[in-house]
Structures are given as C-alpha cells and as structure tokens.
C-alpha cells in the first residue's frame, strides 16, 4: 500500500513537472508557482518507490524546501506573530538535528583512532585546512558582500556532519574510519571553527571567540553528548552507570533550583564570564536529563531509535526553508555565483582530500573515506550558529546553498564509487 502511495506521488510529481515546463514556455506564472510545488513534494515522496534513486530522496526533500522557500518566502518567515527565525526557535531545532546526529554514534567510535591513526591524523588536518582556506580564496576570487563572504568561511570551517558518512556507506568505502573522523571533527568543532572564523573571516564581520566557542558546546556537543548517553546506559559498566546517575541526581536539583529563583541570586554575584559558565553548566545538566528520557523512551518505544535521524532530516529541512525565504533577495541577485563557488568549493575540497591522503600512502577506500568527509561540511552547524547571531540571510546564505549541492554531488560520487567498488570485485571474482 504504501509503495503503491510512492508510486502515484512519483507520477503526480512527473505530471505536474511535464505541466510546469509547459506552463513556463506560455509564461503562466502563477500556475508555475503551485506545479512547481506540487512537482517538488511528489516527486521527493515517489523517489523511495524507485530503488536507484532512492538514496536522493534526502537531497530531493532539500530541494523542495528551496522551491517552497523561494515560492512563498512570507509563509515561511512568520506564523502570526511568531518568527520562525527566532533566535531560541533556531537553537532548539539545530539541538534536535545534533542529537538525532548524535543517536547515530557511540563512545565506541573513539577507540578506533588507535588503529586508524594515520587515517584519522590525515583526514582531521584537511578537514580543518583545506575546507576553510578554499572558502576564504573563494571569497576573494567572487569578491562578495563581507556577511556573505563569511559566510562562505563559516560552512568550510565547520566539521563533517552525519551526510558524510552516509556517503561513505554509499561507496562502500571506510565506514568505519568516516564515524571516527565525524566524532573527532566534532569534538575539536567549539575551537577550530572559531579559531578560522577568527583568522579569515576577522576583516568581514565581528567574531567573538569565546561567544562561538559557547554557542557551539550549546547546539552541537551538548545535544551529541546527550544522545551518546544512550550508549552509556545501554552497555556501560555497573559503576559508569551509578556515577552518571548520580550527575543525573545534582542535574535535576540544579535545574529545579533555577526554577524556582536561583539564577537572579547568581546574577547578582557574578560577572558575565561568570554567568555563561552557568548558562554553559546548565545546558549539560539538562544534557544528562534528556539521555536519560531518549534511554527510558528506547526501552518502552524501540522504534524511536528508527525515528530519530527522519527528525534531523525535518531539522535540516526546516533551516533550508527559512534560510532560503530569508535570503531570498540575496538568491535571486547572485544565486548563480552562490552555486559556482558552492561547486568550486566542494570540487576542491574533494580533489585535495583525495590527493592529499593518496600521496600520503593512504589506501583507495580510506582516500575516498577522507574525500568525502573533507567535502561535506555540517551545513546544520553553519545554519545554526547564523540563526544564533541572528544572520541566517546573510551568514546562512552560504549553507543554504552548499548543503544541497553537497548531498547531490556527495550521492552521485559515493555511487560512482560503490559501482567501481563492484566492478572492481566482479572482475577479481572471475579470476
């Protein structure tokens, strides 16, 4: 039944397209607005009745939140009276995109930098050169507007996202080695990414070290932090189990008391170098609850494990829509150079990361593990981290960008690859 529902949503979606086509050549605009929403949604739900295709129904889904963004900015702008780029609204949404981020890693992904260590020291050194140098030649070269050029600086400066490893397991490729190199990029994220944004992108806009620093502990590592939890819990010793139980305890105690009026006393005693420590202990205190919740939830509702990376997806989406509305002017005026500099990017960052790991004696598969994770960046951490400083139009401009050209080229090289993997295999079968 429900492949049946795919099917007749992919035909819907092709229809309305071979409608739109038609209806852009007798310039019935108005028409072209709803075919070409009606084409985007249809053809991103039919995609997973076709079993080529259906690793590009993530990017289809990204596509259709640029089409409906760009179609009806105001509908994604503002429901009421609530901004949907509300500073607080944008925080929640990228927690919930790194904590089903998070769900998908263990503890355990650690261990493995002991017997990948080269891998690891390789792909870790142009994740965090290559990427962000790219970005700020790129900014020179296309000369952009200084927000918009930071921007640019902001998605190459962050670490690789989930995506990359998706890729990885498309190319039959390292997988193992992309996890590690995600969990460790992400860890070194809260210094790296400032420190760059500090370097490059210090003559464009105003970066407060310390504040970005802050910020992404609060909307990446807590949230990862609290899903990883889950690990903890599930295979963790007797003793790991009663020591973070314990924490649990002080947590919940914590939060009560600034519940009930204990944060004004703080304010009256301390500094703001004082109070974001607070604000920052806080934000793992409620860390320590939520692992504990999303634990209890897996025991009694074991699907919600399956559920969790649809609820990134939705998070990725909802920051595309509202980038893509808020930066809409922006689009229109220099979308084209936008998206060449996207590719330029995101070629370069391949190319770099391939080579450079091949000519340091990596093999094939770790080579194309690096390539991979070097050219995809995290553009949930950019689009956050600009909602946060409350720039998504401008800052967010970059990732709203990329990130859809990263998971077409991403899926159609790490198919490339896997298909190659397969020849490759065949051959030395037959003989």
């Not at 050549?25 to 079993?51: D, M, P």
């Not at 179609?71 to 944008?90: C, E, Q, T, V």
């Not at 310390?210 to 295979?235: C, H, N, R």
């Not at 998206?339 to 770099?352: D, E, P, Q």
Request: proline residues 2%; aromatic residues 14%; positive net charge.
């Amino acid at each position: 039944m429900k492949q049946k529902l795919q099917r007749l949503a992919l035909w819907i979606g092709l229809t309305a397209l071979a409608l739109l086509l038609f209806s852009l050549v007798l310039k019935y605009h108005q028409a072209s607005q709803v075919l070409a929403v009606i084409a985007s949604v249809g053809i991103a739900f039919g995609l997973a009745s076709v079993h080529s295709f259906r690793s590009y129904q993530y990017t289809a889904w990204i596509i259709v939140a640029i089409v409906c963004g760009m179609i009806y900015p105001s509908a994604f702008l503002h429901w009421g009276n609530f901004d949907l780029r509300n500073k607080w609204m944008i925080m929640f949404i990228v927690q919930l995109v790194m904590f089903g981020m998070g769900t998908q890693m263990s503890f355990r992904d650690f261990t493995h930098i002991k017997t990948m260590g080269k891998g690891v020291f390789v792909g870790i050194l142009s994740q965090f050169t290559i990427m962000p140098i790219v970005g700020f030649t790129l900014t020179k070269i296309f000369n952009f507007e200084p927000e918009i050029a930071a921007g640019i600086i902001l998605i190459g400066s962050c670490s690789s996202g989930l995506a990359s490893n998706v890729m990885v397991y498309l190319a039959r490729a390292n997988l193992t080695l992309s996890v590690t190199l995600t969990s460790v990029a992400t860890l070194l994220a809260p210094v790296m990414t400032p420190f760059w944004m500090k370097v490059l992108a210090g003559t464009y806009v105003e970066v407060k070290f310390w504040a970005m620093f802050v910020q992404i502990i609060e909307i990446v590592i807590v949230p990862i932090g609290a899903a990883m939890l889950y690990d903890v819990f599930k295979s963790g010793s007797k003793k790991w189990i009663n020591r973070i139980n314990l924490v649990l305890v002080v947590s919940v105690l914590w939060l009560m008391a600034l519940i009930f009026g204990f944060w004004p006393v703080l304010e009256t005693r301390f500094g703001n170098t004082g109070m974001k420590v607070f604000e920052l202990v806080s934000f793992f205190a409620g860390a320590f609850i939520v692992g504990k919740l999303y634990y209890l939830a897996t025991r009694y509702w074991g699907k919600i494990k399956d559920f969790m990376p649809k609820l990134s997806m939705f998070g990725i989406v909802y920051f595309t829509v509202v980038t893509t509305a808020a930066s809409r002017e922006n689009i229109l005026s220099i979308g084209l150079l936008m998206l060449l500099a996207s590719i330029m990017h995101n070629s370069l960052g391949y190319t770099f990361g391939y080579g450079i790991s091949r000519l340091l004696g990596l093999d094939k598969n770790s080579c194309r593990t690096v390539a991979l994770e070097v050219g995809l960046q995290n553009g949930g951490m950019a689009s956050g981290l600009a909602g946060v400083m409350g720039k998504l139009a401008t800052l967010g401009l970059a990732a709203a960008v990329f990130s859809p050209w990263m998971n077409i080229s991403g899926s159609v090289l790490g198919n490339y690859w896997r298909k190659k993997s397969e020849r490759f295999e065949k051959i030395n079968s037959q003989e």
